[in-house]
């Protein structure tokens, strides 16, 4: 099946710092990927679309100036999360949206650690 | 609103039990409806969805319009089948609004 990458699998970084995230799509095409926020023991809450080639949009109460989305390439999307604070830590969850299969299909997750 | 609502954290029955896993939806208009499972250590994947009206590993979903939901049910549960379980629906936008989750813990 369609199988989608995260990288790095966790990262711990210093306050005021900024972290990329990677989400990658290998062997399928993506216009759009999605990108998630897993609190402990709760479920995913979307932060945004993003669509290749176009600004991503943001779910309401997300900071588009904090989480940078960048969609570059069909298979690859970026999430950039700016100045983090140990607010931001959290496992952020990419999703890719296979269009022939109309399929999401989700990455491991990167768990970030803000100190 | 759109909104799924998981009413159960937590599920627990013994092997060979039937399962029921809850799942009600709003939306206005025609969603999709989905269900994802989270096993141990490992990503989310897809279960199965209404539109493919299959059974997936035992499991079975209908959707009933009339009481907005789409519960999950197996008629003999295994040990295998403990995970997280997360009720899903998806509008025009392919966007996936998810419930809480249940976890389905499955005793010997």
């Known amino acids: 099946g369609a199988v989608v990458s995260q990288h790095p699998s966790r990262v711990i970084c210093k306050s005021g710092t900024s972290v990329k995230i990677e989400c990658r799509s290998l062997d399928f095409q993506a216009t759009t990927m999605f990108w998630y926020r897993q609190f402990p023991k709760q479920s995913l809450m979307l932060m945004a679309t993003?669509?290749?080639?176009?600004?991503?949009?943001?779910e309401q109460g997300v900071e588009k100036d904090k989480f940078l989305i960048n969609h570059a390439s069909l298979t690859l999307s970026t999430l950039t999360v700016t100045s983090a604070h140990p607010e931001d830590s959290s496992f952020y969850i990419c999703?890719?949206?296979?269009?022939?299969?109309?399929?999401?299909?989700f990455g491991p997750g990167t768990r970030l650690t803000v100190l | 609103a759109q909104r799924v609502t998981q009413p159960e954290k937590l599920l627990s029955v013994f092997k060979g039990a039937p399962v029921e896993l809850k799942c009600n939806y709003s939306?206005?208009?025609?969603?999709?409806l989905f269900w994802y499972v989270q096993y141990s250590r490992q990503r989310l994947q897809l279960l199965l969805r209404h539109i493919s009206r299959e059974s997936i590993k035992g499991f079975t979903a209908d959707l009933n319009k009339g009481e907005t939901s789409f519960h999950l049910k197996k008629p003999f549960a295994q040990e295998e089948d403990s995970a997280m379980y997360f009720c899903a629906l998806s509008g025009s936008s392919y966007k996936l609004i998810f419930g809480s989750g249940t976890r389905l813990l499955v005793r010997p």
């Open positions: 993003s669509n290749e080639g176009s600004k991503a949009t943001y």
């Open positions: 939306y206005s208009g025609s969603p999709e």
């Open positions: 999703s890719a949206r296979d269009s022939h299969t109309d399929t999401q299909y």
